[in-house]
T-cell receptor
Framework: QKEVEQDPGPLSVPEGAIVSLNCTYSNSAFQYFMWYRQYSRKGPELLMYTYSSGNKEDGRFTAQVDKSSKYISLFIRDSQPSDSATYLCAMDELTGGGNKLTFGTGTQLKVEL | NAGVTQTPKFRVLKTGQSMTLLCAQDMNHEYMYWYRQDPGMGLRLIHYSVGEGTTAKGEVPDGYNVSRLKKQNFLLGLESAAPSQTSVYFC??????????????FGPGTRLTVL
């Protein structure tokens, strides 16, 4: 069993829809939770990060972490065609000596006009 | 600033050949990382470095070697390429804050095919 599980999709939604992307994990030592966005044939770029449990909002994006359930989510409001990308969740134990991230496999999202 | 750059962008090798992938960053970051990305596997850490002259193994280090002779460069070597090393390779760097968390910035990737 992988430490981080993520539904690969693809997920197709109409423009303006609310998108929910999720990851589950098994390692209770994870402390930081991140979402990266990766456009086709590009490197990942950090979208949001959250420390421990709770919500964090940034414009149309909201990240949620529920450590008791080992479950994290990314919500995208008013989705746009430019949001079409693969979304990767990532987690970090913060054991020191380098931030060694554990990634999910990514969910491919397509927002259609 | 160019950020993180990777050379080459594409490469095709035959089994048994060797090659070196170059990663360069101009952000004066302490930490650098090499990942591979495969379908259904996500990004997996190969090797990383927490400073000039230091390297350490990640999750999937077998078949790869690395060197960090200069702070701004991190080299990934394949001594004898195998078809299982066909992948997209990403380099990343981060400022390095000790036990704190900081953002990893990724390069554009190198697509490697081993025949």
């Amino acid at each position: 069993q992988k430490e981080v599980e993520q539904d690969p999709g693809p997920l197709s939604v109409p423009e303006g829809a609310i998108v929910s992307l999720n990851c589950t994990y098994s390692n209770s030592a994870f402390q930081y939770f991140m979402w990266y966005r990766q456009y086709s044939r590009k490197g990942p770029e950090l979208l949001m990060y959250t420390y421990s449990s709770g919500n964090k909002e940034d414009g149309r994006f909201t990240a949620q972490v529920d450590k008791s359930s080992k479950y994290i989510s990314l919500f995208i409001r008013d989705s746009q065609p430019s949001d079409s990308a693969t979304y990767l969740c990532a987690m970090d134990e913060l054991t020191g000596g380098g931030n060694k991230l554990t990634f999910g496999t990514g969910t491919q999202l397509k927002v259609e006009l | 600033n160019a950020g993180v750059t990777q050379t080459p962008k594409f490469r095709v090798l035959k089994t048994g050949q060797s090659m070196t992938l170059l990663c360069a960053q101009d952000m004066n970051h302490e930490y650098m990382y090499w990942y591979r990305q495969d379908p259904g596997m996500g990004l997996r850490l190969i090797h990383y470095s927490v400073g000039e002259g230091t390297t350490a193994k990640g999750e999937v280090p077998d078949g790869y070697n690395v060197s960090r002779l200069k702070k701004q460069n991190f080299l990934l070597g394949l001594e004898s390429a195998a078809p299982s090393q066909t992948s997209v390779y990403f380099c990343a760097s981060s400022r390095g804050q000790g036990r704190g968390w900081d953002t990893q910035y990724f390069g554009p990737g190198t697509r490697l095919t081993v025949l």
